[in-house]
């Protein structure tokens, strides 16, 4: 059975302190995995799709990796507009469902 | 472009109601998406439409139905609902598997 779990559930981190968020996978053949951030009340917004081991992707201070059992989401000098939960998600080969994980919730103390 | 619509963005239900939540896009996407929200279970996929005249189940499709209605509309129907009901509903869509999805702003559904 496919599954996706992110750890940890929260994080408290202070401004500019940096940290990973982890998301372990379990899905036969891999079509893609991908990274969404939402913010409270509001519908998830993409950020990273990774499609093979050893792919990476960045954009301003996060960076996502991916190897064949999980992926990190690396965020370097947090700000507070950082806060947001982040989700993981995984799409299989074999057909188009999509299986998300609970998220992490972030925040970043100014 | 307005991205993903959905309406209404909430709605009260008593137990044994009808209706039906609407989604359209506007990005001449392929592949549509319903999924609910609850506290601690994260998104879960109700149903799918990989592409027009196409739909599949997909975790928890007991107690909905869908039609897709063209290329850019695709609605949700629950026939009678009830409490386990009550959650925040997003849609989604991709121009086609694999791809990143966009969603909705979702729709509040409270059912008494």
């Known amino acids: 059975e496919d599954q996706v779990t992110q750890s940890p559930e929260a994080l408290r981190l202070q401004e500019g302190e940096s940290s990973s968020l982890n998301c372990s996978y379990t899905?036969?053949?891999?079509?893609?995995l991908f990274w969404y951030r939402q913010d409270p009340g509001k519908g998830p917004e993409f950020l990273f799709t990774?499609?093979?081991a050893g792919e990476e992707k960045e954009k301003e201070r996060l960076k996502a990796t991916l190897t064949k059992k999980e992926s990190f989401l690396h965020i370097t000098a947090p700000k507070p507009e950082d806060s947001a939960t982040y989700l993981c998600?995984?799409?299989?080969?074999?057909?188009?469902?999509?299986?998300f994980g609970k998220g992490t919730r972030l925040h970043i103390l100014p | 472009n307005a991205g993903v619509t959905q309406t209404p963005k909430f709605q009260v239900l008593k137990t044994g109601q009808s209706m039906t939540l609407q989604c359209a896009q506007d990005?001449?996407?392929?592949?549509m998406y319903w999924y609910r929200q609850d506290p601690g279970m994260g998104l879960r996929l109700i149903y799918y439409?990989?592409?027009?005249?196409?739909?599949d189940k997909g975790e928890v499709p007991n107690g909905y139905n869908v039609s897709r209605l063209n290329k850019r509309e695709f609605s949700l129907r629950l026939e009678s609902a009830a409490p386990s009901q009550t959650s925040v509903y997003f849609c989604?869509?991709?121009?086609?598997?694999?791809?990143?999805?966009?969603f909705g702003p979702g729709t509040r559904l409270t059912v008494l």
């Open positions: 989604a869509s991709s121009e086609r598997s694999g791809r990143e999805q966009f």
């Open positions: 899905v036969s053949g891999l079509r893609g």
């Open positions: 990774l499609y093979s």
């Open positions: 998600a995984v799409q299989a080969m074999r057909d188009d469902k999509i299986i």
């Open positions: 990005m001449n996407h392929n592949s």
């Open positions: 439409s990989a592409s027009e005249g196409t739909t």
